[in-house]
């Protein structure tokens, strides 16, 4: 009887063979991807943002610096550019202060569940104002209708006088509530606000800086 001619896309052994180096390729990948993630994602330091290094999450003393947002070219979409040093509620913070107000103001957040009206970072809700890049948006900025309804001369001190006294400064048809906001946690959520304007989230939210007119924001 005559051997039977049979197709490689029948044959088991091909197909073992195949799956093992298609796993073996993909477990690679995987480590790879894993390693090249946690360097993204990792916080920089206060030396970092000293001798200019840009970090895609900048450290916690990135608060003393005037953060903007500009258009590249390259990548398409806008992204967070650290400029000079600026007083942060009057003062330069150092390294601890720093990460202790980031903490009070990121715990602040959570205790008053900002995400069951607001987004951040891409999660949350869509009833309020995204708040990714909130510390941007030009209305808090000199001459801005927010800073200037506060009556106050910075752009920190209108955002914590608003978060601790919302229901004074109504905005829109949908008024935040007054969640009790001591003067201490709305610096330090003041604090997580420009932290956060100042990580690359690759362009989220999309068109910000063209919908809110804050290229080159500071």
């Excluded at 949350?124 to 200037?148: E, I, S």
Aim: proline share 5%.
């Amino acid at each position: 009887m005559e051997n039977e001619n049979l197709s490689v896309w029948t044959s088991i052994p091909f197909w073992r063979r195949s799956a093992a180096w298609v796993t073996g390729f993909a477990s690679i990948l995987l480590i790879w991807l894993t390693f090249d993630t946690l360097g993204q994602i990792s916080m920089g330091t206060d030396t970092d943002l000293k001798n200019g290094v840009t970090k895609r999450v900048p450290g916690p003393t990135v608060i003393n610096y005037q953060i903007g947002y500009e258009m590249s070219t390259k990548r398409g979409h806008e992204v967070p550019v650290i400029g000079e040093k600026e007083p942060f509620f009057g003062k330069e913070w150092s390294v601890t202060e720093a990460e202790d107000l980031l903490h009070l103001g990121k715990l602040t957040s959570q205790a008053k569940n900002c995400m069951n009206c607001h987004t951040l970072l891409g999660n949350g809700a869509y009833y309020a104002p995204d708040l990714t890049k909130a510390w941007l948006d030009p209305a808090w900025a000199d001459g801005g209708a927010l800073q200037g309804m506060t009556g106050k001369s910075t752009k920190e001190e209108a955002m914590a006088e608003f978060l601790q006294h919302p229901s004074q400064y109504p905005t829109h048809a949908r008024m935040m509530p007054d969640l009790g906001i001591t003067a201490d946690e709305a610096k330090g959520l003041v604090a997580f606000l420009k932290h956060m304007s100042s990580i690359d989230t690759n362009g989220f939210p999309r068109n910000f800086g063209k919908e809110e007119g804050t290229t080159n924001a500071k």
